[in-house]
């Protein structure tokens, strides 16, 4: 079983090394990890290649050129993943707020699901303990009220970036239709799911705060979350489970 976990970065030079090296401790058979890096001017991608060359089977470095955002270094890199030949496709970021050690448990649960979600806002779920309430109730308001009210959502944790896809999920998707570039990139993946009636697991994470470096969040990602959910509904609320993808078969 091919897994490949899809870690995009931006200016994370000081996690990435520890990140990846996480990543591999895991000892999962067929294991490799594809490192999404826009130019970032801290020397991530630099750093990337050295990773790359250390463990040339299970480290690959795909350089994306200048900053794009979120959502199209993970369409770039599911691509790939895809490309590659991966069963198992895994999206997390690269600042440890998501912990490598719950993808066994992924595993388990994909083998009867096409995608699975680390999910904050499941029973056994957990934020970072530094989260003042402000920014509790902000991400609840964004989870539990505005995109469940206006996507009619059924995931507990609409915005979560943690996520195991199955193959099959992920080439039923037309990536040409899926136009966020920041964070609600994760909404619209999520509602697109659902519309396509794949089976989702959400299972419970702790989600820990950066450990190291600067945010990327910036007022206009968020401004861009709020605008879009609205865009979103209108583009794919026509998606029904015929309208996968079938995949191509590799040529023999
Ligand atoms: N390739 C690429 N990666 C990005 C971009 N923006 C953010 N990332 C990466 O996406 C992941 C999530 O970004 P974060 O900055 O941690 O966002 P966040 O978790 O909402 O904010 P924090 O509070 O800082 O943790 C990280 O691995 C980033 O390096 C981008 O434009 N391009
Ligand atoms: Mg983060």
Not at 228 to 242: F, K
Request: charged share 25%.
């Amino acid at each position: 079983m091919k897994i490949v976990v899809v870690v995009p970065t931006f200016n994370e030079v000081e996690n990435i090394e520890a990140i990846v090296g996480e990543l591999l401790a895991l000892g999962l058979d067929g294991l490799s990890v594809l490192i999404v890096d826009d130019e970032s001017p801290d020397g991530t991608g630099k750093l990337a290649d050295t990773l790359a060359a250390r463990h040339p089977s299970c480290v690959n470095v795909l350089h994306r050129h200048e900053r794009h955002g979120l959502g199209l270094a993970y369409k770039d890199g599911f691509r790939q993943a895809l490309a590659e030949g991966a069963d198992a496709i895994v999206q997390m970021d690269a600042d440890f707020s998501h912990s490598p050690r719950y993808i066994p448990h992924f595993l388990e649960a994909l083998a009867g699901a096409d995608v699975v979600i680390g999910s904050r806002y499941v029973k056994g779920g957990t934020l970072d303990e530094q989260w003042g309430w402000w920014r509790r109730f902000l991400s609840w308001w964004a989870n539990a009220v505005y995109t469940r009210l206006l996507l009619g959502l059924h995931v507990r944790d609409g915005t979560a970036g943690y996520k195991m896809w199955s193959r099959s999920a992920l080439e039923g998707i037309d990536f040409g239709t899926i136009e966020s570039n920041g964070y609600i990139f994760q909404v619209e993946m999520a509602y697109v799911c659902e519309r396509l009636g794949y089976r989702i697991v959400e299972l419970p994470i702790h989600f820990e705060d950066r450990r190291i470096g600067r945010s990327k969040m910036s007022m206009r990602v968020k401004a861009e979350a709020a605008m879009r959910t609205l865009e979103i509904r209108w583009r794919h609320h026509r998606l029904r489970p015929r309208d996968r993808l079938t995949p191509i078969a590799p040529a023999a």
